[in-house]
Protein backbone atom coordinates (compact mmCIF):
# COMPACT_ATOMS: atom_id res chain seq x y z
CA UNK A 1 0.00 0.00 0.00
CA UNK A 2 2.80 2.06 1.09
CA UNK A 3 4.26 2.10 -2.33
CA UNK A 4 1.29 2.34 -4.50
CA UNK A 5 1.34 5.92 -2.35
CA UNK A 6 4.53 6.61 -3.07
CA UNK A 7 3.89 5.91 -6.82
CA UNK A 8 0.76 7.86 -6.84
CA UNK A 9 2.04 10.74 -5.81
CA UNK A 10 5.01 10.74 -8.36
CA UNK A 11 3.07 10.23 -11.00
CA UNK A 12 1.17 13.89 -10.07
CA UNK A 13 4.15 15.10 -9.34
CA UNK A 14 5.47 14.72 -12.61
CA UNK A 15 2.19 16.12 -14.29
CA UNK A 16 2.03 18.91 -12.15
CA UNK A 17 5.78 19.62 -13.43
CA UNK A 18 5.27 18.93 -16.74
CA UNK A 19 2.05 20.69 -17.12
CA UNK A 20 3.47 23.80 -18.49
CA UNK A 21 6.35 22.49 -20.96
CA UNK A 22 3.30 20.35 -22.12
CA UNK A 23 -0.29 22.00 -21.67
CA UNK A 24 0.75 25.11 -23.29
CA UNK A 25 0.21 25.80 -27.24
CA UNK A 26 2.97 28.03 -28.31
CA UNK A 27 0.53 29.29 -31.44
CA UNK A 28 -2.67 30.99 -29.33
CA UNK A 29 -4.54 32.97 -32.26
CA UNK A 30 -7.08 34.60 -30.15
CA UNK A 31 -7.99 36.65 -33.22
CA UNK A 32 -8.24 34.40 -35.41
CA UNK A 33 -6.26 35.25 -38.07
CA UNK A 34 -4.69 32.15 -39.68
CA UNK A 35 -6.69 29.26 -41.54
CA UNK A 36 -6.66 25.71 -39.20
CA UNK A 37 -3.76 24.84 -41.92
CA UNK A 38 -1.36 27.58 -41.43
CA UNK A 39 -1.79 27.24 -37.31
CA UNK A 40 -0.68 23.84 -37.55
CA UNK A 41 2.10 24.57 -40.35
CA UNK A 42 2.91 26.99 -37.07
CA UNK A 43 2.51 25.41 -34.90
CA UNK A 44 4.82 22.35 -35.84
CA UNK A 45 7.55 24.80 -36.66
CA UNK A 46 7.10 26.64 -33.18
CA UNK A 47 7.61 22.82 -31.73
CA UNK A 48 10.45 21.93 -33.67
CA UNK A 49 12.59 25.00 -32.89
CA UNK A 50 11.72 25.07 -29.38
CA UNK A 51 12.57 21.23 -28.71
CA UNK A 52 15.55 21.42 -31.03
CA UNK A 53 17.38 24.01 -29.49
CA UNK A 54 15.66 24.28 -25.96
CA UNK A 55 14.74 27.44 -26.31
CA UNK A 56 10.23 28.63 -26.06
CA UNK A 57 8.73 30.39 -29.19
CA UNK A 58 5.64 31.37 -28.79
CA UNK A 59 3.24 33.50 -31.21
CA UNK A 60 0.23 35.32 -29.93
CA UNK A 61 -2.39 37.54 -31.55
CA UNK A 62 -5.38 39.42 -29.79
CA UNK A 63 -7.81 41.31 -31.16
CA UNK A 64 -7.86 43.77 -27.89
CA UNK A 65 -6.05 44.38 -24.63
CA UNK A 66 -7.46 47.02 -23.30
CA UNK A 67 -5.54 49.68 -21.49
CA UNK A 68 -2.64 47.98 -21.09
CA UNK A 69 0.82 48.55 -22.83
CA UNK A 70 1.79 46.11 -25.17
CA UNK A 71 5.27 45.10 -23.91
CA UNK A 72 3.42 44.76 -20.43
CA UNK A 73 1.17 42.18 -21.42
CA UNK A 74 3.80 40.22 -23.87
CA UNK A 75 5.87 40.25 -20.53
CA UNK A 76 3.08 38.92 -18.32
CA UNK A 77 1.85 36.36 -21.31
CA UNK A 78 5.01 34.99 -21.25
CA UNK A 79 5.69 34.67 -17.44
CA UNK A 80 2.39 33.73 -16.15
CA UNK A 81 1.72 31.11 -19.03
CA UNK A 82 4.65 29.08 -17.89
CA UNK A 83 6.53 29.78 -20.74
CA UNK A 84 10.31 30.00 -20.83
CA UNK A 85 12.29 27.01 -20.90
CA UNK A 86 15.55 25.93 -18.50
CA UNK A 87 16.59 27.77 -15.44
CA UNK A 88 16.59 30.87 -17.08
CA UNK A 89 13.28 30.93 -19.07
CA UNK A 90 14.69 31.30 -22.19
CA UNK A 91 12.20 32.05 -25.15
CA UNK A 92 10.71 34.89 -27.22
CA UNK A 93 7.20 35.73 -27.50
CA UNK A 94 5.65 37.34 -30.75
CA UNK A 95 2.60 39.47 -30.08
CA UNK A 96 -0.05 41.14 -32.34
CA UNK A 97 -2.87 43.20 -31.33
CA UNK A 98 -5.20 44.11 -34.35
CA UNK A 99 -7.85 47.03 -33.03
CA UNK A 100 -4.26 48.94 -32.37
CA UNK A 101 -1.85 47.53 -35.33
CA UNK A 102 0.68 46.72 -32.63
CA UNK A 103 3.31 44.35 -32.34
CA UNK A 104 5.95 42.77 -29.90
CA UNK A 105 8.98 40.81 -29.25
CA UNK A 106 9.44 39.90 -25.69
CA UNK A 107 12.71 38.14 -24.96
CA UNK A 108 13.39 36.03 -21.90
CA UNK A 109 16.69 34.22 -20.39
CA UNK A 110 19.09 33.71 -23.07
CA UNK A 111 17.84 35.46 -25.75
CA UNK A 112 18.67 38.70 -24.48
CA UNK A 113 21.78 37.71 -25.71
CA UNK A 114 20.82 35.60 -28.99
CA UNK A 115 18.29 38.90 -30.04
CA UNK A 116 20.91 41.77 -29.12
CA UNK A 117 20.22 44.67 -31.51
CA UNK A 118 21.45 44.37 -34.90
CA UNK A 119 19.29 40.67 -34.68
CA UNK A 120 16.59 42.32 -33.56
CA UNK A 121 17.28 45.16 -35.96
CA UNK A 122 17.38 42.04 -38.66
CA UNK A 123 14.30 40.57 -37.42
CA UNK A 124 11.81 43.52 -36.93
CA UNK A 125 12.49 44.47 -40.70
CA UNK A 126 12.00 41.44 -42.20
CA UNK A 127 8.43 40.58 -40.26
CA UNK A 128 7.53 44.53 -40.59
CA UNK A 129 7.79 43.92 -44.40
CA UNK A 130 4.76 41.22 -43.90
CA UNK A 131 2.69 42.77 -41.33
CA UNK A 132 2.23 45.95 -43.20
CA UNK A 133 0.52 43.92 -46.16
CA UNK A 134 -1.52 42.02 -43.57
CA UNK A 135 -0.03 39.05 -44.31
CA UNK A 136 0.56 37.12 -40.88
CA UNK A 137 1.30 34.04 -42.44
CA UNK A 138 4.55 34.77 -43.56
CA UNK A 139 5.29 37.05 -40.90
CA UNK A 140 5.21 34.52 -38.60
CA UNK A 141 7.61 32.12 -40.69
CA UNK A 142 9.98 34.67 -41.23
CA UNK A 143 10.04 34.76 -37.03
CA UNK A 144 10.50 31.45 -36.86
CA UNK A 145 13.06 31.15 -39.87
CA UNK A 146 15.27 33.90 -38.81
CA UNK A 147 15.15 33.12 -34.96
CA UNK A 148 16.70 29.44 -35.79
CA UNK A 149 19.52 31.38 -37.35
CA UNK A 150 20.26 33.26 -34.55
CA UNK A 151 19.85 30.18 -32.38
CA UNK A 152 22.16 27.99 -34.54
CA UNK A 153 24.93 31.03 -34.15
CA UNK A 154 23.95 30.58 -30.41
CA UNK A 155 24.92 27.18 -30.37
CA UNK A 156 28.42 28.06 -32.33
CA UNK A 157 29.38 30.25 -29.29
CA UNK A 158 29.00 33.10 -32.26
CA UNK A 159 25.80 35.90 -32.44
CA UNK A 160 24.36 38.10 -35.01
CA UNK A 161 27.07 40.87 -35.61
CA UNK A 162 27.67 43.82 -38.11
CA UNK A 163 29.05 41.83 -40.72
CA UNK A 164 26.26 39.65 -40.88
CA UNK A 165 24.05 42.78 -40.76
CA UNK A 166 25.70 44.61 -43.32
CA UNK A 167 26.58 41.37 -45.58
CA UNK A 168 24.91 42.69 -48.89
CA UNK A 169 25.86 46.51 -48.37
CA UNK A 170 29.95 44.98 -47.87
CA UNK A 171 29.55 43.15 -51.08
CA UNK A 172 28.40 46.14 -53.19
CA UNK A 173 30.92 48.15 -52.04
CA UNK A 174 33.72 45.16 -53.10
CA UNK A 175 32.55 45.37 -56.62
CA UNK A 176 32.52 49.10 -57.07
CA UNK A 177 35.72 49.77 -55.77
CA UNK A 178 36.85 46.31 -58.20
CA UNK A 179 35.30 48.66 -61.18
CA UNK A 180 37.06 51.74 -59.64
CA UNK A 181 40.06 49.99 -59.83
CA UNK A 182 40.08 48.72 -62.86
CA UNK A 183 38.94 51.96 -64.50
CA UNK A 184 42.04 53.64 -62.96
CA UNK A 185 44.30 51.07 -64.39
CA UNK A 186 43.43 51.60 -67.68
CA UNK A 187 43.33 54.99 -67.57
CA UNK A 188 46.83 54.81 -66.18
CA UNK A 189 47.91 52.48 -69.74
CA UNK A 190 46.05 54.84 -71.48
CA UNK A 191 48.05 57.76 -70.56
CA UNK A 192 51.15 56.02 -70.68
CA UNK A 193 50.64 55.22 -74.60
CA UNK A 194 49.97 58.86 -75.56
CA UNK A 195 53.37 60.42 -77.35
CA UNK A 196 52.26 63.66 -77.88
CA UNK A 197 51.16 65.66 -74.83
CA UNK A 198 49.25 68.57 -75.00
CA UNK A 199 50.95 71.87 -73.70
CA UNK A 200 49.51 72.68 -70.35
CA UNK A 201 50.58 76.88 -70.55
CA UNK A 202 49.76 79.09 -72.80
CA UNK A 203 53.31 80.55 -73.18
CA UNK A 204 53.70 77.85 -75.85
CA UNK A 205 51.34 79.13 -78.41
CA UNK A 206 52.50 82.72 -78.13
CA UNK A 207 54.29 84.78 -80.22
CA UNK A 208 56.87 86.50 -77.67
CA UNK A 209 56.27 90.30 -77.44
CA UNK A 210 53.09 90.08 -78.82
CA UNK A 211 50.88 90.61 -75.96
CA UNK A 212 50.56 93.49 -73.54
CA UNK A 213 48.46 94.59 -70.70
CA UNK A 214 47.86 98.41 -70.26
CA UNK A 215 45.42 98.71 -67.71
CA UNK A 216 44.56 96.65 -64.86
CA UNK A 217 41.80 96.15 -62.49
CA UNK A 218 40.49 94.24 -59.39
CA UNK A 219 36.77 93.55 -59.73
CA UNK A 220 34.60 91.53 -57.49
CA UNK A 221 32.37 89.05 -59.24
CA UNK A 222 30.81 86.93 -56.84
CA UNK A 223 30.46 84.98 -53.02
CA UNK A 224 30.14 81.62 -52.27
CA UNK A 225 28.05 81.01 -48.59
CA UNK A 226 28.07 77.47 -47.00
CA UNK A 227 25.28 76.43 -44.91
CA UNK A 228 24.89 73.04 -43.01
CA UNK A 229 22.31 71.92 -40.83
CA UNK A 230 22.40 71.18 -37.31
CA UNK A 231 23.03 67.65 -36.44
CA UNK A 232 19.88 66.53 -34.76
CA UNK A 233 19.81 63.84 -31.90
CA UNK A 234 18.48 60.52 -32.83
CA UNK A 235 16.94 57.93 -30.23
CA UNK A 236 16.12 54.40 -30.37
CA UNK A 237 13.86 52.67 -28.69
CA UNK A 238 13.91 48.61 -27.54
CA UNK A 239 16.05 45.85 -27.61
CA UNK A 240 16.93 47.48 -23.94
CA UNK A 241 16.68 45.06 -20.67
CA UNK A 242 13.47 46.10 -18.31
CA UNK A 243 11.62 44.12 -15.81
CA UNK A 244 8.42 42.74 -15.80
CA UNK A 245 5.84 42.45 -13.12
CA UNK A 246 7.17 38.89 -12.21
CA UNK A 247 10.38 40.35 -11.21
CA UNK A 248 11.96 39.24 -14.21
CA UNK A 249 14.45 40.63 -17.07
CA UNK A 250 12.76 41.25 -20.61
CA UNK A 251 13.87 42.43 -23.98
CA UNK A 252 12.73 42.95 -27.26
CA UNK A 253 11.00 45.68 -29.73
CA UNK A 254 7.65 47.03 -30.10
CA UNK A 255 5.77 48.87 -32.37
CA UNK A 256 3.15 49.42 -34.76
CA UNK A 257 2.13 47.89 -37.96
Known sequence: MK???????????????????????RLVDNAGILSSGEAQSIEEMLNRIS???DFDLVIVTENSIGSARVVD???DFFDYNGYGLG??????????????RDYCLSTSGRALKVYNE??????????????????????????????????????????????????????IVSWVLALLTGLIVVAVWKR??????????????IIPGSLSFTDKRDR??????SRSAKPKSSSSSGGSSHTS?????????SGKF
Not at 4 to 25: A, E, R
Not at 90 to 98: A, E, K, S, T, Y
Not at 245 to 253: A, I, L, N, T, V
Open 220 to 225: FLYSTV
Open 192 to 205: GMNNVLLKTEASSY
Open 118 to 171: LALDKLESEILKHLKKDNFYEAYLAFGKISEEFLILDEQGRSYGFLRHYFHVFI
Open 51 to 53: TTY
Open 3 to 25: AKIILGFLLVSFICFSFPLFGQD
Open 73 to 75: YAD
Open 87 to 100: DDFDGCLFLIVMDG
Open 245 to 253: SSGRSHGGR
